[in-house]
Every structure is written in C-alpha cells, then in structure tokens.
C-alpha cells in the first residue's frame, strides 16, 4: 500500500489505513511490517492501537521524515491485550507533500493465547482454569494475564507485586541516592527514548515508573527504587521478575542489589547495560539468602538526554514480608591494634613511645620510612619500604572499603571489585588471557601479585588499597612498582596522593598495556602526613585485571641534620640540614626549604 502525492494544499490531509478489529492478544504478541518513507517533504507517519472503552488512541511508533531511498524493519510489542482493538496507521501531510510512503508484509507472531491441553503435571506447571491451558508457574502472580481466563493472577498476595497504576505500593525512593523515578503515563517527554506505553495494560493510559535523563541530570546520576523487606527464602527460592525498558541511544545502565543491612548499597544480582530497543523486556532473578533482606532497583544516566530507562510489573514469588528492621552497621575505620601495656615512660601524647626503651620520639618521625627507636616499633605498623608479596603478605597496604565491612560478615565480600593476592598457579583456564600467568619477582606461576579482578563488580567500580599515614618523607622520595595491564577492557590504574582533606593524583594509565609487567616511577617528594593511594577502576567486563608486583618506596628517609658542621663538600642549608654541593642550583629542593636554590647563589 502507498500514497504518492505532490500536489499542496494549504490544510494538512491525512491518510488512514486501518486494520480489521482484533478480539484480544496473548501476552507475547509482536507485530512487525516494512515501510518506506522518502522525499523531500514526505512528513511523519505513526501507527495507532485504538482499544474498546478507551478514548485517547495509544501511539505504538512512529517514523518522522525522510528515511532514504530504502525499506526499513518496523517491530511493535503488542503484549497482552484483553480487550477488542484496532490498528491505524496514519500519515501526516503538513501542506506541502513532496515524496512517497509506503507499507507492506505485515506479520503478527505469537498472538495467540496459549492451546488447552489435556493434562498439565509438575510442580513447575500451573493449569489455567477456564482456558485449560497449561503454563510456566514462573508465569503465575506477575501481573500479566498469560492464561487469558485471569486464572494464573488469581489470589495473589497483593504486598509482593505492583504494576503502579495507583503509586509505588510498598516500594520506596531512596533518599541517599541523586534524583528519584518517576511515575508517568504514555511516552517519556523526550522522543527517540523511553517507553511509548505501559507494560500492564499496553495503552497510554497504563502508568509505569521511568528515570528522566535530561538536564539536569548529569552521567552516572543514579535513581534508586528500594523494595519492602523480606524473610529469608528458608528451603524454598524467592523469585523476583519485573519488566523494564531501555531504549535511547545513550541508555547506560539499570542495576539491582541484594542487601542485609540498611545503610549499604548492598551486592549485585544482575545488571543490563545500553539500548535493547524499543520494547518491555521481562526479567526473572533468584534469590537464596538465610537473612532478612531488601531490592534495590537502580537506575544510572548515560552521558546524554536519550537514556530514559522504564519500569514496570514488578512481583515476587515465593516470599514472605518481614515485619523488622535491617541492622546497620558502624562505620568506623579500624585503626591498627596497638598493645595496651606499654613501658615505664613519660612520654607526652604527642610524642610516641618506642616499645622495648620507653625512650620518646616525636609523632613525625613515627612512619617516615626511618627507624628512630632501638626495637624499630616506630616502623612496625607502617607500610614496608620494599614489598614483593611473597610471604603473602600485604607488607601493611590495606582496603579503606573491606575494613569497613569486616565488622559485619553479612556483606558477601566475595563478589565485590577488590584488591586480592593472586599467582599463576591459580588462575581457572582463560583467566591467563587477561590475568598474569608468572609474577615479577620471581617470574613463576607460584609467585604472588596483587591484583583487582574485574570477574567481580560492574563496569565504573573503583577499588582503593592504601599505605598506613606516611609521616614525614625526604627531598628525592620516589615509589617505583610494576603493573600488569592486559585485557581487551581494562579500565585504569591511578596512583593518588591522600591527606586529610583533599587527594591529588600523581599517576595514570588506562587501557591494555600488553601481556607484561611495566615498570612505573612517581615521584613524592617532600610531604608530610599523607598516604599512597593505589586505585583500580573496572572496564566493561571480566578481562581486565589490573596487576600490582615489587612496590618499592626509594630514597624516602627524610634528611637527618648532622650533629656537626657541614664539611667543605657540603653546602650548610637555612635549616641546618647538610647536601653535597653538587645538587645546589639543580632545580631540585634537596634542602628541604628550597635554600640550595636560591638565586643569591
């Protein structure tokens, strides 16, 4: 069928073509055709559902303007429609009409409702009461009509499931997130993005909820829907299906959580990145956990209006609510632990306590890479100044993030992005492809590294393992460490430097550096009261490790001013300190208060 038209006229016309009415649709029904929309002024062109008892007609898609000299795939999810409906597909001519549209092979598939059979056995299968067919009981209490009779959404327990047709139900917005979803009726604000319909009732006039990507959302703004609380799944499996939307070209990311304890962001169920077209997908997720437990829904805006991101039909089978609360957790940083009976002394509180004398030092000779006590316990709960990770031991780098958890077992530190010890010998198959097979210290499968594995976590996760507080360090203080980047989605490597309130970052690499180690060298310098912050930050999936081996701090002693006068090789600095005369004027602060380079000399 086409219309060819040149002739302007000055109102603007419009072609119908409808369809014969339908009497219902199964719950996966699709309708696809070709169209051809091409001229100079060919106008838009959109199909319509026209639904018994409903006045305003639902907009299921549409073409705006010149598509080029070529047949174009339309598909359409019709979904379950109870009642009587209609097709029309309308063309616009605004005036001047300048072209040729086109429609042809239109095909509905999988409209029917499901056959009756004769018998339906099985724990697995549920047995529709007037239809008599015989479905999935996954498909049982999830708001969709899959007998066509009612009979699978029959005395369902209202408190596990919500289609939002009127508010949230029991689910809630989340106050520590950046915006919240919102609950709409018919298509998104912005075009080319979100749904046209809900997912319950497929018109206009279903609601649903959606995340609005336009300003004044910024990328990776996150909108986060929390679910009631549930009991523990016990010897049966909580199941969790819901329906959601995500079309748009700059879609990024819907996420749900699993979390035992209110106040965390809890652990990843399942995740979906970018566009999957124009359409309601449904989604069915497992959950078996011995505690008290909470969804979390989460939303993420891409870097661009087009993300709209829907929401619909969300339902639980086989769970109970739970009447309590979720425990929280402390979240106080657990120092290191310091033997309580210490020696005979009279040290101030700002000084420190050297273990085996008594003897008092001051606080900023504590950590600064030189021992100043006889037993060297000043140095001891200190990162080490060479670490090779052989013994398997971390040599005093920590995970900020894992110290805060450790108090509560509850959170499954197993798959979180984090920093852990690694070798060769234990990589599953494949693993070596992004992964290192030998370390550097002894260049075999048996030793150790340290490395982020990015088969845990999601795409952005960022993991940080740092030094204990570094007091004080000297003039040419530099870290050299190898690192191990291979993998077609590395994400990046920083090297950062941490104070008590601000963090600047001294080194980057991001992205496959190839199967090897590569040395690297940052400078520190003169600072005073900071930590070293290694950070790794996940790619896009599984084959990205990042890899750290042989982290050395050199030359990072601060200077010691001599009991004596300087010798006629050495420069007396303002500060009393002692260089060789060679580094005066070298652009370098080797005195430590810049006196070496002082342009009277």
């Known amino acids: 069928m086409f219309i060819l038209k040149n002739s302007s006229s000055i109102i603007s016309e419009v072609a119908r073509l409808r369809s014969p009415k339908f009497r219902q649709t199964g719950s996966n029904c699709t309708l696809s055709f070709w169209y051809y929309n091409y001229g100079q002024s060919v106008g838009a062109a959109e199909m319509q559902l026209l639904m018994d008892g409903l006045k305003e007609p639902t907009v299921l898609w549409r073409a705006y303007y010149n598509k080029g000299n070529q047949w174009l795939k339309a598909v359409i999810q019709l979904g379950r429609l109870p009642h009587p409906f209609q097709l029309s597909l309308d063309k616009i001519s605004l005036g001047f009409y300048d072209g040729v549209s086109a429609i042809d092979d239109i095909t509905f598939e999988n409209c029917a409702l ?41 005395n369902c327990n209202p408190d596990l499931q919500c289609n939002f047709e009127n508010g949230l139900c029991n689910w809630e917005q989340d106050v520590e997130d950046d915006f919240d979803w919102i609950r709409i009726q018919g298509p998104t604000p912005t075009i080319n993005t979100g749904p046209l319909k809900d997912h319950t009732t497929g018109t206009a006039g279903g609601h649903y909820l959606y995340m609005e990507s336009s300003e004044p959302r910024q990328f990776q703004d996150k909108a986060v829907l929390l679910s009631p609380l549930f009991n523990p799944s016990g010897n049966g499996t909580c199941i969790f299906r819901f329906h959601y939307h995500m079309f748009g070209k700059q879609v990024y990311k819907l996420s749900v959580f699993q979390r035992t304890v209110s106040n965390t962001k809890g652990w990843l169920l399942w995740y979906k990145f970018g566009n999957q077209g124009n359409r309601w997908i449904r989604q069915t997720l497992y959950i078996s956990i011995s505690k008290p437990f909470q969804i979390l829904v989460k939303g993420t805006v891409g870097d661009g209006f087009t993300g709209d991101i829907g929401l619909d039909d969300v339902s639980f089978l086989g769970c109970t609510l739970y009447s309590g609360n979720l425990p929280t957790i402390s979240t106080t940083t657990s120092g290191t632990s310091v033997p309580t009976t210490l020696p005979m002394n009279n040290c101030t509180e700002k000084e420190f306590v050297c273990r085996a004398s008594g003897r008092c030092i001051q606080m900023i000779q504590k950590c600064d890479f ?10 001891s709960a200190c990162v080490m100044e060479v670490c090779d990770f052989e013994d398997k031991n971390q040599c005093g780098w920590y995970q900020p993030a894992l110290e805060q958890m450790s108090e509560n077992d509850s959170i499954h530190t197993t798959n979180i992005f984090k920093w852990q010890l690694g070798r060769g010998a234990n990589l599953y198959p494949g693993q070596e492809k992004h992964c290192p097979l030998i370390d550097h210290t002894t260049y075999t499968e048996e030793g150790w590294y340290l490395f982020a594995d990015s088969s845990n976590g999601e795409f952005g996760d960022t993991v940080d393992i740092a030094t204990p507080v570094i007091s004080l360090t000297g003039p040419k203080c530099k870290i050299i460490f190898w690192n191990h980047m291979n993998g077609s989605t590395i994400g990046s490597l920083e090297v950062l430097c941490k104070t008590s309130n601000r963090t600047s970052k001294l080194w980057t690499q991001s992205g496959s550096q190839g199967p090897q180690w590569n040395r690297a060298e940052v400078f520190l310098g003169i600072r005073s009261n900071f930590q070293v912050v290694f950070r790794a930050k996940r790619g896009v999936s599984y084959m990205g490790d990042v890899a750290v081996d ?26 009393k300190y002692c260089i060789p005369k060679d580094n005066l004027c070298d652009f370098v602060n080797d005195c430590a208060d810049n006196s070496d380079e002082n342009p009277t000399i």
């Open 114 to 154: 499901p056959p009756p059979a004769l018998s339906c056995e099985g724990p697995d299968r549920f047995w529709c009461r007037d239809t008599k067919a015989c479905i999935d009981s996954l498909l049982v209490c999830d708001l969709v009509d899959n007998c066509g009779d009612g009979s699978d959404e029959d």
């Open 370 to 379: 030189r021992p100043d006590c006889s037993d060297k316990s000043d140095e």
């Open 550 to 575: 042989d982290i050395t701090f050199e030359d990072c002693s601060p200077l010691l001013i001599p009991g004596r006068p300087c010798t006629s090789e050495e420069f007396t600095c303002a500060n």
